[in-house]
Every structure is written in structure tokens, then in C-alpha cells.
């Protein structure tokens, strides 16, 4: 009954913050920023009377999108009423979403709409993974460039001048590529590597409505505005009503596009296209070998100086490669029989894996009797230094606590839901949570990360890995995994930012109690403070 109850609690309170951090929403018609996940455009040109038909048509048309997308392309079109009643309506989904994940997506952005636009006869939305825009102006069919959002990312590439010789290719043959689609989808994404190791990732779209051409026309101007508003910059978009345009140094759409584009040095000939490789085997990766030697340099012989840490399979060390850049390298214990089993969990599933919120794999090394996996180093080291650390403490204020809450939750969902496979971490704790240089956090350890098809909802193990404390009961009891045995971790993670103390035990003045009865105390101050601080 109490381990019920205890689930029951973390799973609620996860549920409450992740209401809280997600979505950002632009508290300014018309203004779209880099971290809001919704922005809108109300048009002054008309609106209309509570209750009257004008409503009543809207409300219909804009409720009809929780139905399913016309042939499961994530477009839909439609119209409602007649003559000074008539209404008309788009919405799009980003290509690569699941059909789920795009009802999802429109459900909330008509939500949106329908508040902050309440009288007016035209409003646009744009969320980071769809567009919903309704008119008694005739909208189908037709090429349509404004409004306009540019989004450009608050950070500067190491190298803007590489980065742009291969950023706009990139973009000219996604652009060509997505016009040339058919009435259903008008869709494509890719990436390409720039020299120095940068990937940009970046996709192009237009409404199926509009036909090459005009589709073309779009694109194309958005590829020159977004080398002015964006110039230098790791990541950008340009939104419109009939076209889209994004790119990013991350992975942010699901990676089953159906060709990418590869682009290994900024030369004059075209880049070729090459098909997405699906293989799960070490070789999928082979491409991102590092020499031992190299790995042993940049450590200095994997001195104990350079040693950030050690866990249940290897070591940590920080290196410093021969053109400076910092890497964090894990050398798994040898002679391991789980040792082997972790380091090609971690290289096939980490390699597909790109998220703000996620460590990035660099590379890794294999050398008779070394398996060693190289990361990108996290300068702030792991959030257990600043929750439990009485000094270092003093740098979570709440703002940085409700910024560190909601970009685990963004890195949960990736893994959840908006990855090739779901994967489940199986061991979410403070020390597997990196935190950069302005204390975004970045998921780290996939050792013990299970992989299942997206119609998966459970899977069973005979062996128990992960941390006492953090572990979900049926998961202890049973060997049962899912979802919501990482929910449960989340939320015991969560009670631990809020109160600065462990989950294990802790003293509150001269009383020994444990976290669940401590924070089942203070909870409405916690959560107050959140609110208070989202309100701001």
C-alpha cells in the first residue's frame, strides 16, 4: 500500500512540473523567441461576436483537427459556413512526427488560438513541431509569406565562416528536395558535417497545398533571409503561413527521414545524397573512431589528476585534445562481461542521439582489451555537486531550478517519444545529470538504457541495475520497466532540486524522516514558488 502511494505521488508531481516547464508560450502577439515553443499572430483585419456563427464555425473547424490528419500526412484543410460566416483553416505537422505526436501538437496550438485570439476572424500559431492558421480570406492554395517569424539562436558557431559555406548547400538541396514533393507531404530534412567536426541538422517544408513552384519561391527566400537574420549563428528558423525553415548544430526531428544529406567539406560541386544507415551494429559509428594513443595523450595517460570520476562500469577522465578542444572520457573497466554489453549499448544508442538536454557521443575507442567512449565535456561537472553541496547550493535560485526541472523533462521526452526508438534510462540520479557552463542541464550514462519499438510499452529483466532510492517498486519487485519507472526517477529527481537534500535519509532539525514525508510537508511551498517564478 505505502509503495502504491509513493508512486502515486512522485508520478503526480512529476505530472505538475512537467505542466509547469512545458510549453513555453510567447507572452507577446507576434513575437517568437528561441526558447517559446508557441508564438501566434492575431490579425486586425476583423472580429467577431461571442456566441454568434462566425464562433460557431470555429470552434467546429478548429475542433474537427483532433480527428485524424487527411492520410496520416500531418496535413489537413477544411472549411466552415457560408458567405459572411465562412471560415477556412490549415494545419500542418512537421514531417517526421508520429501521428500521436501531431494531434498532440495541434490539440494545444487550437487550444492557444482559441484563448489569445478570442475575437479575432484570422490568427496564425507556429509551435516548434506544427502550424495552425485559420482566415474567412481564401488561404488554399495559395503561396502566402506574411507574417514571417525569424528565430535566431542566442549562440555563435566555432567557426561561422565554415559554418555557413555549408549551411546554405544544405539548405538549397532540402529546399529543392521538399518542393518537389507531392500534394500530401512537401517535406525534407538532412544534415551536414562541417570541417572541425560541427553537424548542422536542418529540415525544410511547405503546406502541400502550393505547388513547386510556389513552394520553391517560399523556400528560397526564406534560405536568404535566414543567412541575414541568423548569420553566425548555431541554429535558426524562418517561420511563414506556407513555408517553413529550420536548422540546428542538434538533432531535432526523428531521424527516419527518408535520405539525408551529407555534406563532409565546403567545395564547389554539389553534395551528394546517401541514404540514412538504420544499423545498430558498432559499425553504424565507425566513422567516429578514435586512435588510443590520441585518447591516451589527451588524458595524460589517464593520469589521476584528469579523473572526474568512477561509477559501477569505468572511470571518468577529462581530456584536452591537440586542437584544444575538452572531451570527457569514459574507459569501461576491462575484462567486463557487462563491461563489453555496456560500451555497445552506449555507442549504438548514444550516436543516434542528438538533444540540447542530451550528453553528446563524440566518439570511442576500441583496442585489445580497452573500450573506451568519448563525450563532450560538461564543464559544471554533475548536478549532485550543487543540490547536496552546502556552498555550491547558493547557485540554484529557483530560476535556475524551474531552467534544470524543465530541460530534464525536455530530455525524457526526447527519449520517450521523439527518438528513432524509445528508450528508457533506467538510471535517472543527479550525478547522471550534467550541467554546462550556464547550467542547462545535458542527461548523461546510457549504460543501462533499454531500446523499444514505439509500440513497446513495458519490458522485463532478470538483472536489477540502477540505484536504490531512484528505482521504481515494480521495477525492484518484478524486473519491470517502462516509461514510468523513469517518471518515478524524474520525480524523485525533482523532490531533491526542490528541497536540496537526498532521497535516501536526511536530518531536519533532530528528526530522521525521509524525503517523500519531508517534501509531502513543504510541497505547496515548492510548487508556489515555481508557479511564482513561471508568472515572472
Known sequence: MGSSRSVLFFINLAIIILNLVAPTISQDDGICTFTADYCWKCFDTGTYTAGDKYQVNLNSLLSSFSSSAQNNSGFYSSSRGQDSNKINAIAL???DLSQDSCQACLNKSTDILLQNCSTQKEAIIWAERCMVRYSYNLIFGIEQTDPFKHVPSPRFAKNPQQFELVLTPLLDILSDRAASGNSLKKFAAGHATVPGGETIYALAQCTPDIDKQNCSSCLKQSVTEIQTCCDGKQGGRVLKPSCNLRYEDYLFFRSIADKLVDIPAPVPAAPALKEDENSEDVSLVESLQYDFETIRSATDDFSDANKLGQGGFGAVYKGRLANGTYIAVKRLFKNSEQGDREFKTEVTLVAQLQHRNLVRLLGFCLKAGERIVIYEYVPNTSLNHFIFDPIDQAHLDWETRYKIIGGIARG???????????????????????????????????GMARLFMMDQTQGDTNTIAGTYGYMAPEYVMYGRFSVKSDVFSFGVLILEILSGKRISSFQNGEN???????????????????????KT
Not at 425 to 432: A, G, Q, T, V
Not at 436 to 443: F, L, V
Open 412 to 446: 525524457l521526452l526526447y527519449l520517450h517519444e521523439d527518438s528513432r526508438l524509445r528508450i528508457i534510462h533506467r538510471d535517472l540520479k543527479p550525478s547522471n545529470i550534467l550541467l554546462d557552463e550556464d547550467m542547462n542541464p545535458k542527461i548523461a550514462d546510457f
Open 512 to 534: 530522521e524522516e525521509d524525503l517523500l514525508s519531508y517534501v509531502s510537508m513543504n510541497i505547496r511551498f515548492y510548487i508556489t514558488k515555481l508557479f511564482c517564478y513561471q
Open 93 to 95: 505537422c512537421r514531417g
